[in-house]
């Protein structure tokens, strides 16, 4: 298989320079070759592994090994963030590069299928199975793979049919939620198009730390995902295959699995000692790896639009240091089972193949006076780590402000596929050898109140944080928020306010300057960029304006 390994080689290169113009030279995938002609060459598109993290926050990235390795030998994007930092509502904009008002997706939830606004219920009704990536990959000839954590509400449990089988994946290996515990859950298969399950029972309480470690869900996402990547490593058809991973979400259970299950439960192997936190002693985590932890939150109140206060949303009691710092390491334990499977990955894949790192959304642990959670549009829940390596890819850091509705488009160039007009993102690929290109320099979020659906599934241990955050739509730069805050509650009515902060100074948000005269200039520029966003309404399948994606440059 060398010959083709050159030829993938050849075609990375290309990709980097001219992708759509390559795709029409080199093609897809071979069909049927006609009687009397040359056999088909092997398909020399490259091979793409994206590594999905649950929760991760930044402060997590300095324990990992592979996270550095990966800064190191490959593209990071520092201004990375998420459409909304929401599980279901980010990845599901990750799978069709689509905002939320596109996808329909709002919330994690659907409020047992009443409000349709969240959830797998939602995600399927609005046409995104049919949109999103893998599908244009499979169809293009790409073997496809799903390894773990898919959909909130895409679940079974004893006693309940099966959900059905999602279009566009070759291998799909869904891991239940369930697996939010560490252990005791189910996964799936698909065999001749039908959805097959697969229990993973726990070990008993009086079995050894290494027997447990093996029927952890990490342990298991990660087999499968080596699995993935052994039978189709050195096969003729490029793969694309996500893995993504539970770590460091929190166990959604009142009580751990096993007892002593810490709140975001580790691997045993990495409960003890002092390197037990990955690169960084866990004694070295403190508050001070948490900005703005303890921050008076009494001049971060909202104004309305005229300047006067709005009403203050975050009211609720603040995480205690103990509890967060005793979190943040524990936190840091989860996630050393997901560096060490990225790394094996890093390992074990070929010089034809990209790896993307990324992550859901991030977390807060009492940062700017909030307790524990994430859905604010502030700097701990919003921006993810965003690395990739692979052919062509120039080591650095990147000045491109990015968003994950970029990471649909970009996987359709590194295909040699013309981007699907109802994509509002915009690949990074040629980012990858132009370290210094720089064509996007805004994000927009979008939030809806957790209230007009409930039952998030953290709701045990984030009380009604959640419940509190407003909806919200705002615009980010490299070094300033705005957000323009619903403030009433009830679904037809708004009350606007606003809070406006700039990271000049502030590694946080630390005071809202929304009426500052100094600032006023990059505040109208930052209110006409939100306004000119409203004007982008296009849902579903519907083509996205040229305006609408001038918006971001």
């Known amino acids: 298989m060398q010959h083709f390994g050159r030829a993938r080689r050849a075609w990375s290169s290309l990709c980097i320079a001219a992708l759509v113009a390559g795709a029409a030279a080199f093609g897809t995938a071979a069909g049927p070759t006609p009687a009397g002609a040359a056999p088909a060459a092997p398909d020399a598109r490259p091979n793409i592994v994206v590594v999905m993290l649950d ?47 596109q996808t329909g997706v709002l919330t994690n939830t659907s409020n047992a299928g009443r409000s349709m606004l969240g959830g797998w219920a939602a995600y399927a009704a609005n046409g995104n199975p049919e949109r999103a990536i893998n599908v244009r990959l499979q169809e293009s000839g790409y073997t496809t793979g799903f390894v773990g954590k898919f959909l909130n509400e895409y679940e079974w449990s004893p006693g309940r049919e099966l959900p059905p089988v999602v279009p566009g994946w070759s291998t799909f290996n869904t891991v239940f939620g369930s697996a939010y515990d560490g252990w005791d859950f189910a996964s799936t298969s698909v065999v001749d198009g039908r959805m097959r399950l697969v229990q993973h029972d726990a070990p008993p309480a009086s079995a050894s730390n290494s027997a447990k470690d093996e029927a952890y869900a990490g342990t298991v996402t990660g087999d499968l995902a080596m699995d993935f990547l052994a039978a189709n490593e050195a096969a003729e058809a490029p793969y694309f295959l996500e893995v993504s991973l539970y770590a460091p979400h929190n166990r959604t ?24 936190c990955g690169r960084v002693a866990c004694a070295k985590l403190t508050a001070a790896d948490l900005p703005g932890f303890g921050d008076d939150t009494s001049d971060n109140r909202p104004r309305t639009a005229s300047g006067k206060k709005a009403r203050a949303w975050n009211t609720g009691a603040p995480l205690s240091k103990a509890v967060a710092v005793r979190d943040l390491r524990d936190r840091a334990r989860m996630s050393q089972s997901a560096d060490r499977l990225i790394s094996k990955i890093l390992r074990t894949v070929g010089p034809d193949t990209y790896v993307v790192l990324t992550s859901d959304n991030g977390f807060h642990l009492g940062q700017n006076g909030l307790a524990r959670g994430k859905g604010t549009a502030y700097d701990t829940d919003v921006r993810v780590p965003l690395l990739v390596t692979g052919p062509g890819v120039v080591p650095g850091q990147r000045k491109e402000v990015t968003s994950n509705i970029d990471l649909a488009p970009t996987f359709e160039e590194l295909a040699g596929l013309p981007p699907a007009p109802y994509r ?25 109140q957790q209230t007009l659906t409930g039952g998030d599934p953290d709701a045990a241990f984030s009380g009604s944080e959640l419940d509190r955050i407003p909806s919200f739509t705002a615009v980010r730069s490299r070094l300033a928020l705005l957000v323009r805050l619903d403030l009433d509650p009830r679904r037809k009515r708004t009350s606007w306010g606003y809070e406006y902060y700039s990271y000049r100074q502030d590694r946080w948000e630390k005071r809202n300057t929304f009426t500052s005269k100094k600032r006023q200039p990059e505040i109208d520029l930052l209110m006409a960029r939100l306004a000119a966003f409203d004007q982008c309404r296009e849902t579903g399948a519907q ?9 971001r440059r």
């Open 424 to 448: 509002s993102g915009l690949s990074l690929a040629p980012t990858f050898a132009q370290p210094g290109l720089v064509r996007q320099s805004y994000a927009f979020l979008e939030h809806t």
């Open 55 to 101: 929760d991760f926050s930044m402060d997590l990235a300095q324990t990992m090994r592979s996270v550095q390795t990966m800064r190191r030998t490959g593209a990071s994007y520092p201004h990375s963030f998420v459409t909304d930092s929401l599980c279901c509502v980010s990845r599901s904009s990750f799978f069709t590069g689509q905002y939320p008002h």
């Open 253 to 276: 259970n009142p009580k751990g699995h096993y007892p002593g299950d810490p709140l975001f439960p580790p691997m045993f192997r990495d409960r003890e000692g002092a390197r037990s």
């Open 543 to 551: 083509p996205v304006s040229e305006a609408c994606r001038a918006v």
